[in-house]
């Protein structure tokens, strides 16, 4: 990485954006120390200019943001980190700062809320007591609920309908949750089939 920060005044703008969703969750400034310290210890770090100095995002919150990702782009003065935040990003106490808290990578959220239940052994949870009940039981459930969904298809209740898909991708998610396999996992499945 080659970032010219003699090009910015020693400052580069760097834009921060969910490793799973790829939401942008807000913009910081870098000058090259932030970027050392960043590699080296895994946590985003900006150069605060209203408090002129080095700042760890989630140093007074808890609510880091690990680096999963550097990238810097083609004029080699703007940074691009993806990486998988810890709790709001915003000060406000939403996921961005743009105020957009989207749908788009709710799945990926609603994955994540699921495994927390499963592992954490959640007793209370309707997720965690179908995962115990094993993979046969998961395995089914996602079963009734495809036949369902299909049932619903041939009806004019889009509400049922709506209902009916999100049972089951909910249950999907839990089965997948017991294969050991992520939904990242199927969509680069669905990408490679894409014909170039």
């Not at 200019?49 to 703007?78: A, M």
């Not at 989207?102 to 997720?127: C, H, M, P, V």
């Not at 369902?148 to 041939?154: A, F, T």
Request: with cysteine; aromatic share 6%; net charge negative.
């Amino acid at each position: 990485m080659s970032i010219d920060f003699n090009k910015v005044n020693g400052l580069v703008p760097v834009i921060i954006q969910d490793n799973q969703t790829l939401q942008v969750l807000m913009l910081g400034y870098m000058n090259e120390e932030a970027l050392n310290k960043t590699r080296q210890e895994g946590k985003v770090t900006f150069f605060s200019r209203s408090k002129n100095r080095l700042w760890t995002k989630g140093e007074s919150s808890g609510n880091f943001l690990s680096v999963d990702d550097i990238k810097e782009d083609c004029d080699n003065d703007t940074i691009l980190i993806k990486a998988t935040p810890a709790g709001p990003t915003c000060h406000a106490g939403t996921v961005s700062c743009f105020n957009e808290d989207t749908s788009k990578g709710f799945l990926y959220q609603l994955e994540k809320t699921i495994a927390q239940r499963i592992d954490s052994n959640d007793e209370d949870s309707y997720t965690n007591k179908l995962y115990k009940r094993g993979i046969n039981k998961v395995a089914q459930k996602v079963g009734e609920e495809a036949v369902e969904l299909v049932i619903e298809s041939k009806d004019n209740n889009e509400e049922l309908f709506k209902n009916e898909a999100a049972d089951l991708l909910y249950h999907l998610l839990i089965l997948l949750k017991a294969k050991k396999i992520q939904l990242q996992d199927i969509e680069a499945v669905l990408k490679s089939r894409i014909k170039k």
